[in-house]
Each structure stands twice: as C-alpha cells, then as structure tokens.
C-alpha cells in the first residue's frame, strides 16, 4: 500500500520541511492533498512519470518531487502556522482524476 | 472555480435507518465520481465511486445515484450500522476537488 513518513512533526514558522510518500506498487501518479481539522482534501498538486500534472490554489512555497522508484517528496518553505494539517499523499495507476486515490495515512505537520 | 458542495456536513440516524448525503458539482467535464470513508485518525478510503455513463451503482447497503444534467450525485446507505459512522467526502475528480465531508453518527 501506500506509506508516508514522518507520522508526525512538529516545526517553527519560517522553518523548511520536507515530507516523503511511498506508492503502492505499480502506479505512475502521485497526488498531495493538504487537510486541515474538519475539512475535506485540499488538491496540492499532482505528478505523473516524474512531471508536475495539474496544480490547485497553493503558493509556489509548495513544491514537490516524484522519483523512478514510485516514491515522491513534498517540500514547503517558509512554513506559516496555517500550514498546520494533515498531509496525504494519494496514488493511482492512472493521471489526472478518473481513477481511485490509494491514501497513505498522512502526516501529521504542527506548526509553531 | 470548480467547487463541490456537500450537505449535510453532519448527520444522526438511528441503527437500521437510511443516510442520504447529497453533492453538487459546477464542472460539467467531471465524469468520475467517487465516495471516500474517512474514521477518526485513519486515511481516507474508497467506498463506491460511479462514472458518468451510469446512473446508478448498487454494492450490498451502499448505492450511488448520478444526475449528471443536474449536476448532483448522492450517496445512500441503507441499513446502517454503528460501523458505519465516519466522515464521508465526495469528489467530482477531474480537478480532484473533494466535498467539505459529512460526518455520519449512528446511534445503536
């Protein structure tokens, strides 16, 4: 299945943080949502064979990278206290929205 | 913007009673329509999804129901069960937008 890590952490505003996804065996695409308390996914941007495929309304700050070995990073910089949430990555065997998300439990971001 | 919107955000039956969340979506070259579970502190997870080419999609106590003139989909839970309380998030996926999500309590 899916695998994100950390599970959780906790930074300083200002601070940079990278967060890693492992997919599931076998699909190209990764997706990153943001997920704040009580809220639905937020599309962060999604990746397919290593390319940007499709952004949502989030600054440049996020940013994010896809390697051969289906694992997938998402960096932000100059992290703000209302970056604080849920982060999940999603894969899926196909590009852009028409297939099922695999979630991987998230990552819990705290910041301070 | 494409948006989706999802009522009822929260939502109370009795054991055995029917749950009924509603969607509506404003991009009309969305055609793929799923439905994810999410229990406390666990990951979002697919419970029934529908394509446009179907009005509806029957599995055991969930079926979804599609209007793609209207431009609303349904989920509907019959039979429910304490285990069935969660959130539930819908998305009309071809801008991977998600619903704001109903959280369903099922009372024994």
């Known amino acids: 299945g899916v695998t994100q890590s950390p599970t959780h952490l906790i930074k300083t505003r200002g601070q940079q943080v990278t967060l890693r996804c492992s997919s599931q065996?076998?699909?190209?695409?990764v997706s990153w949502y943001q997920q704040a308390l009580g809220q639905g996914p937020q599309f962060i941007f999604q990746?397919?064979?290593?390319?940007?495929?499709g952004r949502g309304n989030f600054p440049p700050r996020f940013s994010g990278l896809q390697f051969p070995n289906d694992s997938s990073e998402l960096n932000v910089n100059a992290l703000e206290l209302d970056d604080s949430a849920l982060y999940l990555c999603?894969?899926?065997?196909?590009?852009?929205?028409?297939?099922?998300?695999?979630f991987g439990p998230g990552t819990r971001l705290t910041v301070l | 913007g494409e948006n989706v919107e999802q009522h009822p955000s929260t939502l109370s039956v009795q054991e055995g009673d029917s749950a009924v969340i509603k969607c509506t979506y404003s991009?009309?070259?969305?055609?793929?329509f799923p439905w994810y579970k999410q229990e406390l502190g666990k990951r979002p997870q697919l419970i029934i999804d529908i394509r446009s080419n179907v009005g509806e999609k029957k599995d055991q106590r969930i079926a979804v129901t599609l209007n793609k003139t209207a431009k609303h989909f349904s989920l509907h839970i019959t039979e429910t069960q304490p285990e069935d309380s969660a959130v539930y998030f819908c998305?009309?996926?071809?801008?991977?937008?998600f619903g704001t999500g109903t959280r369903l309590q099922v009372f024994p």
């Open positions: 990746y397919y064979r290593e390319e940007e495929n």
């Open positions: 999603a894969s899926s065997p196909t590009a852009g929205g028409q297939d099922t998300q695999y």
């Open positions: 991009d009309s070259a969305s055609n793929y």
């Open positions: 998305a009309a996926t071809d801008k991977l937008i």
């Open positions: 065996s076998g699909h190209n695409t």
